[in-house]
Structure formats: structure tokens, C-alpha cells
């Protein structure tokens, strides 16, 4: 049965079980060797590049540290195009660089960023793409590489919502010069806080790893003008640990993600997004849109289920293009962002985690199926 006085959250991270941690903190207590590349960071680096299928990865405190490391990295300067439809992580890694962010609209099904409207953005200032694998749907990556190549620009993936994502050709993380990815806590893998940047040479990984750690190269040789963005042996055990249940957490978010699809699909007015162009999803979210033959407004829809303890979110609202700090660049002007705008405005994601049961699922669609009746 579903307790209507427990709140219903969009998200609950996923912990496995605290005894089973135990013995990871012990053997840190034991070692005292608590960051610095100890030897869980080192042992949760190679089982994230085995699982990940990528060669390459640099562990980070968090994701937000990984994006600005991921541009200085790639020492991309001047103007880069991005999505105004994303967390604002993705533009402010983007101004801490000293760096302009211009903002492109989205595709109206994928809502990634539209590469039709790319090439009209480049100006002799653009050096780079940061496009985002929005709810773990993938970009279209070859049209994106296209456009790069031939202006030759860099492609860094903000790839938080992408964790275990594949495409066409294996994992969507392979992807671009860089990815950057987000173990948070709302994420489908979590360490707590955390992030990594996968990459595609050990050269590159040397330089990321230098400038995570203050730029140091051995004891006393600074070469970069590094920041410290280490993850440290307890989020790294964490991590490991989380590794052996991931595949069940999929499934149990498959389960419930398809639940909501079968009994939505026949409510008027509520469009699902669909799974667009992986082959393996990891279902990290689940958006509707209020579209407007819909009873309710998405905002009137948004209050009703608050009303019954559901906290869906409305992901991503306000466009990251409202915010005081960007909203007087030009190309976030709202006639520049059309699609973005209206999707913003329909968009509510739905509580989706390991733990939510069939039964809430139900509740949850029940609210949405009969708002005429809470509307009255």
C-alpha cells in the first residue's frame, strides 16, 4: 500500500548496504591513507574504464570541478557553443573559464542540441562544443564531430545523466575530445559527491590529473596553474562498492520507467520522451511534457502533485539562458530559443529510483490520468 503522508521525492540515491561498507573504512582507518590518489581511487578508476568500456578515465570530487578542468585541459578560450537547456554547471564551468557562452536551441524530440542551428552560431571567436546527453539521451554525436571537424573546434560532452549510456558504436562516452561525467548524488551512480572525465590517450589523462592536483608533477615541479579536484579514498570505496549493485539498480529503474510508459500512454495531453538513439539506456529520468490539450497547465499540474507529497521537479526550468549572468548575451534571447522555451515551460520529470515501488508508480499516474476530478 502507498502511504500518502511519505513524500515521493524525484529521486532517492541508491546506498548499498551500510555493513558491507564497513570494512572498506576500516582498511582506510588502517592505511590513514585518506586522498591523493590512494589506492581506492586507483583500484575504482580501472573498474569504472572496465565497466564504462572506455580506456581512459581521471576520478574528480565532483562533476562541476571535471567541466572546468575538462576546458582548461583543452585550454578552449573565447566563445563555445552550448545547450541553454541544462543544470547551470555546463555555462558556469564555461564563466569560470573567462569563457562566452553561446547558446543554441534544441531539438524539439531529443532535446539535445539541435546541430541544424550550430553552424550559424560560429563566429572567429568559437573554439568549442560543449553539448549535454540531456536525461541520457545521446547528441547526435557524428553530425556534432562533422561540424567540429570542419571548423576545427573541440567537443568536450557534458555527460552527467550519461553513466553506462551506449550508442551506435559502444559507449556513448567515447564521444568528443573529452566527457565529463557526475557520480552526485541524485545520479544513477553515486559516490556521494563525485565526477570523472574520460578521455582518449594516457597523455591527456597525465595532463588532466596534473591539473586536478594544483598542477604538481612529482614533489616539487609545478607545471599548470592546477586546482585541487582530487576524490578521496572514501568516495572512491564507495564507488567500488556501488559498482556490484549498478546492473540491479538499472533493472529496477527499467522496471518502473516502462510502468509509466504503458499506463501514460493513453493520457491525453502527457508526452513521454522517448529513447532516442542509444541501444543501452540507463534511465536516469523520466520527463513529461503538459502539452496543451492537457486539463491543467504544467505549473497548475506541478502544484497538484506537491499537494499529494509528489515532488516531481521541473527539469531544466528556468532555461540556464534566464539567469541574470546570461541573460544579456544575445543568443539568449527568447526568439533565438523557441523550442527550448516551450519545452521548458511543459517539462515535469517524474520520481524515478531503485526503490520507488510499483504501487507509488500507480498513485503517481493515477494524479495525472484523473486531474479533471482534483481539478474540480
Known sequence: MTDPERPIYVTSPYLPPLEEFIPYLEEIWDSKILTNKGPFHQKLERALCDYLGVEHLALFANGTLALVTALQALRVAGEVITT??????????????GIKPVFVDIDPNTLNLDPT???????????????V?????????????????????????????AFGVQCHCGSLLQHGDLSVMSFHATKVFNTFEGGAIIC??????????????????????VVAAGINAKMDEMRSALGLLQLGYIDEALEQRKAIDETYRRLLKDVKGIRCIE?????????????????????????????QLRQHNIYGRRYFYPL???????????????DNLPVANR???QVICLPIYPELTIEEVMFIV???????????
Open 84 to 97: 541553454p537547456y541544462s543544470f547551470v554547471a555546463t555555462s558556469h564551468s564555461l564563466l569560470w573559464n
Open 117 to 131: 542551428k550550430i553552424e550559424s552560431a560560429i563566429t572567429p571567436q568559437t573554439t568549442a562544443i560543449l553539448p
Open 133 to 161: 546527453h540531456c536525461y541520457g539521451n545521446p547528441c547526435d554525436v557524428d553530425a556534432i564531430q562533422a561540424i567540429a571537424d570542419n571548423y576545427n573546434l573541440k567537443v568536450i560532452y557534458d555527460a552527467a545523466h
Open 200 to 221: 582518449k590517450d594516457a597523455k591527456t589523462k597525465q595532463h588532466i590529473d596534473n591539473l586536478k592536483n594544483f598542477g604538481f608533477v612529482g614533489e616539487t615541479k
Open 275 to 303: 529513447n532516442t538513439g542509444q541501444l543501452v539506456s540507463n534511465y536516469a529520468y523520466f520527463p513529461i511534457l503538459v502539452e496543451l490539450d492537457y486539463p491543467l497547465t504544467r505549473d497548475a499540474l506541478y502544484d
Open 320 to 334: 540556464i539562458s534566464d539567469f541574470p549572468m546570461y541573460r544579456g548575451l544575445p543568443s539568449a534571447q527568447q
Open 343 to 345: 519545452i521548458a515551460n
Open 366 to 376: 493515477s494524479i495525472l490520468s484523473n486531474i479533471h476530478f482534483f481539478k474540480d
